[in-house]
């Protein structure tokens, strides 16, 4: 099995910067790729940023320049970095797996919030 932690949200001025974590441990070799989505209040969980073996990565526009996922060596911990946030980046950031065990399927954190504030 795969679990999924995820630190580093909290309160930022709009500009600021944050970097989020997502520790993974377990079965961590049967993770295909990961991802950052959020949700705001009232909306629907969005994809931010995905990361796949080989570090091919790809965003939503609205956080592309802004924000970049990245992963260590080892898939231990994967990051979201962002930079001049904005009070529409306010949301709670929750951490994706997709493993892949004879068939694929989701494994989620239970999430950071970010607040974008002055």
Do not use: H
């Amino acid at each position: 099995q795969v679990q999924l932690v995820e630190s580093g949200g909290g309160l930022v001025q709009p500009g600021g910067s944050l970097r989020l974590s997502c520790a993974v441990s377990g079965s961590i070799a049967t993770v295909v790729a990961m991802g950052w989505y959020r949700q705001a209040p009232g909306k629907q969980r969005e994809l931010v940023a995905k990361i796949t073996r080989g570090d091919r990565t790809n965003y939503a526009d609205f956080v592309k320049g802004r924000f970049t996922i990245s992963a260590d060596s080892a898939w231990n911990t994967v990051y979201l970095q962002m930079i001049g946030l904005k009070p529409e980046d306010t949301a709670v950031y929750y951490c994706k797996a997709e493993v892949f065990v004879s068939t694929q399927f989701e494994i989620w954190g239970r999430g950071t919030p970010v607040t974008v504030s002055s």
